[in-house]
């Protein structure tokens, strides 16, 4: 393989940059030609790519979002679409790449590995629901964004002495909640994957008032339902004074933690030697300190559940 390129797609995360700047280097180090796809697979579809080298990607390592751009496409669900961006890319020479995003965009990368493009994905979103790997790119930075937030609301919270209600992302899944509701010591976590009712939550909040708590921090992952909905219901039925925040994307933006560059560049120079092997339809997962070969199918249909122990935990060290 002589030419690959590198594409960010669907929602971005904290990490992408040095993610892509692993890959570029990675591969002018092994004397490959390295092009970037802007904006997801709607640019690959509109033949948007330039070529990259070891100084454009400079000065990126420390910045979130993505310097390729990326998008949700429409197109690209369609076959025609998706033929279309096969297409540029034979026509630019590229035999393989690699993908960085959710499981959305790993999908799209099967799709395009049936048109005869090789690919190796990495799990790039800050949800952290990617089966196959214990960490995703994004998620370390979005859960210190949040727990960064929890530690000044718990100041407010506790100076009028109410329930504050703090929203977090997690589409369909409650890592985000889950972690930095354990680490910022809330006393009641809400997630998608755990059912609750809004009958016992007033019941624990009353009773935690009746054992000498002066205010409370409610986590709930937005999948988990609506914080918002949530308050009006407690301080209608329990009386006490609740307050809403709703972090929403300021949780997808900022530098990426140490965690976070160390794993975008491991996961990404694996990626690259994979793909120059002429391995495809994997994505790299990190397992136990390690980098590990993911079958994509097993990545994009397996169902990765919440770590049931820190959901344990959190439940004890709430009283
Ligand atoms: O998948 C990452 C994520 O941030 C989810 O947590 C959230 O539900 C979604 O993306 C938001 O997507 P968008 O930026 O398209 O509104």
Excluded at 11 to 39: F, H, L, S, T, Y
């Amino acid at each position: 393989m002589k030419k690959i390129a590198v594409i960010t797609s669907g929602g971005d995360c904290p990490g992408m940059n040095a993610a892509i700047r692993a890959v570029v280097r990675v591969a002018m180090a092994n004397q490959i030609e390295v092009w970037g796809i802007k904006n997801g697979y709607a640019g690959m579809i509109a033949n948007d790519m330039t070529q990259l080298d070891s100084r454009s990607v400079g000065d990126i390592i420390h910045k979130g979002g993505t310097f390729l751009g990326t998008a949700r496409s429409e197109e690209f669900k369609t076959l025609t679409g998706r033929q279309k961006a096969v297409a540029n890319l034979q026509a630019h020479g590229i035999e393989g790449l690699v993908v960085i995003g959710g499981d959305g965009s790993l999908t799209g990368a099967k799709l395009l590995a049936e048109l005869g493009i090789k690919f190796v994905g990495l799990p790039g979103t800050i949800d952290n629901d990617i089966w196959g790997t214990d960490y995703t790119i994004g998620f370390d930075t979005a859960v210190n964004t949040a727990l960064d937030a929890i530690n000044k609301l718990r100041d407010t919270a506790s100076a009028h002495g109410r329930v504050m209600l703090v929203e977090v992302m997690g589409r369909a899944c409650g890592w985000i909640a889950l972690t930095a509701g354990l680490a910022g010591g809330a006393e009641i976590i809400l997630i998608p994957e755990q059912p609750f009712s809004s009958e016992n939550i007033c019941r624990q909040l009353l009773e935690s008032r009746a054992k000498g708590k002066q205010y409370s921090i409610v986590v709930v992952a937005e999948g988990a339902g609506s914080a918002i909905d949530l308050g009006k219901v407690i301080s209608a039925k329990t009386g006490l004074e609740t307050r809403v925040s709703v972090l929403g994307h300021i949780q997808r933006g900022g530098a990426p933690t140490v965690s976070d560059r160390l794993l975008a560049s491991r996961l990404a120079e694996r990626a690259v030697r994979d793909l120059l092997q002429g391995k495809s339809d994997i994505m790299i997962g990190y397992r136990n300190n390690q980098c590990v070969e993911v079958p994509i199918t097993d990545a994009i249909s397996k169902k990765k559940d919440i770590d049931p122990e820190l959901y344990r935990l959190s439940d004890v060290l709430s009283q």
